[in-house]
């Protein structure tokens, strides 16, 4: 195992999880509950090596994801491994709040951090003043009126590249950067007092999406008009932006690769 | 206080709940939690008298509701009760789990469970070899394949007045009967894997709708035949019937009242 000459087996799975009881995809501090924990746990009791993952998107403490993407690396030799046999038994093993909606083997040169290209964001909002309880631990309960032209109009500005400081959790490390490129930002109304705010870009920093939609529900509460928004970035200040929306909103949907990097092999058809 | 002459006031809710965490709406034992005991208790601390509901539907352990109904008799003055305070109360006071939706004055006569002429059901089926982290604890995730069309054809023979003993948990009582009129039974395509039986009748037996739906389940995949259904109806044996759906998917979605007996007095905006 691992001696054996073969090229190293990358493996790259798509999973989805309720951000609820976990304190994040990773660690933060030591003896918490999260994501990659309990899906390392689980992957190591089927592969009996140890298993470290890289993420595309290192959601924080009761944020979700629909197709969060982690690889790593296995010492067997791929005909070693059975990918939907793996995905199974470790999707049984799991708690039902965590599973694993792709396995596969990862092109050559993947990486499931740096290949990826653009990360699409969701944001759920219950505008009602009535709560609902099948969204509690899924949406952000915002009482009516919001002004959802408004709210659309200071989207506008967000779009294209540019220094995110006003929205991110904490200054740009001495040798990184804020600026990032906006590629889309939209509102959806869903009916039923549901709107979801839908964004995608390159990257995010810490708390950005949150910070985003907490001061696009100011403009839509009327407490900061849509014309405030291009100051607002320029500004690079936090205090400028809103308050962070809460997590249980939030909900990593997709991450985008180039087409070359696709993943190969099936997921469960072939041994179910 | 209920010595005041004036006549009885009669107060209609209308529910909402995710019942995961509770063993029914009403108790079958002591020392459970119940929606029942979680809404009358709130409601007491509110109101400061005992409250005794009458209910549409007495969902079993783990079924949901998005629009059941109660009645209770409050000894208050009409002018004594402020509805839309009353209900903003309660639901600050109710784990998210129970929300009050409407609160409103009976008309005269109203019976929340003898006025009612019909009930809507849903029943949610994730018809997936994957797990969905975000429906688990509302649907029933059943493998494909299922075919679709048997099981809507084996809906047509459950259409109008039959005796259903075969799909009720207990023979009917001495004094009753297992006699149900079946005014509507489709299954709807919601896409991403997502099916739904959505069923209507004048009043269920007790497990009736999971039995029905445990049935048509066998036709999907091919245990039993559409054919049989109008037999298994016929047969008024249990044991004929599949087993019953697991209850996480069933959901009491709407009760029906005749139009001179709906509600008066609106929710929550006066007082927002």
New interface residues.
């Given amino acids: 195992m691992g001696g054996g000459g073969h090229p190293p087996l990358r493996l790259r799975l798509t999973i989805?999880?309720?951000g609820t009881g976990y304190s994040g995809f990773a660690a933060q501090s030591d003896g918490v509950a999260t994501v990659a924990g309990a899906l390392s746990g689980a992957m190591e009791k089927v592969l009996k090596h140890p298993v470290r993952f890289v993420v595309a998107g290192r959601t924080d403490a009761g944020v979700?994801a629909?197709g969060n993407v982690v690889h790593f690396d296995s010492p067997r030799r791929p005909d070693e491994v059975d990918l939907p046999a793996l995905?199974r038994a470790v999707?049984k093993m799991l708690r039902?709040?965590?599973?694993?909606?792709e396995a596969q083997v990862a092109p050559p040169g993947f990486d499931a951090r740096h290949s990826a290209t653009a990360r699409l964001y969701r944001y759920t909002i219950l505008n009602s003043?009535?709560?609902?309880?099948?969204v509690?631990d899924?949406a952000w309960q915002v009482?009516p009126p919001l002004d959802l032209r408004a709210m659309r109009a200071a989207c506008d500005p967000l779009l294209g590249e540019h220094d995110f400081s006003s929205f991110c959790r904490k200054p740009a490390a001495p040798s990184g950067s804020n600026v990032r490129r906006l590629i889309d930002a939209r509102w959806v109304d869903l009916g039923d007092q549901m709107l979801r705010f839908d964004v995608e870009a390159s990257s995010f920093c810490q708390q950005m999406v949150r910070s985003l939609v907490g001061t696009l529900i100011d403009v839509g509460m009327g407490r900061k008009r849509a014309g405030e928004m291009s100051w607002i970035v320029r500004s690079r200040d936090r205090a400028a932006a809103g308050q962070p929306a809460p997590p249980q909103g939030l909900c990593l949907w997709k991450v985008v690769y180039p087409p070359e990097l696709q993943g190969r092999g099936s997921?469960?058809?072939p041994a179910?």
Same sequence: chains 1, 2.
Avoid: I
Wanted: hydrophobic fraction near 35%.
């Fill in positions: 989805a999880y309720k979700h629909w995905q999707n039902p709040d965590v599973v694993v909606r003043d009535v709560p609902d309880p099948f509690v899924t009482e997921t469960l058809n179910s």
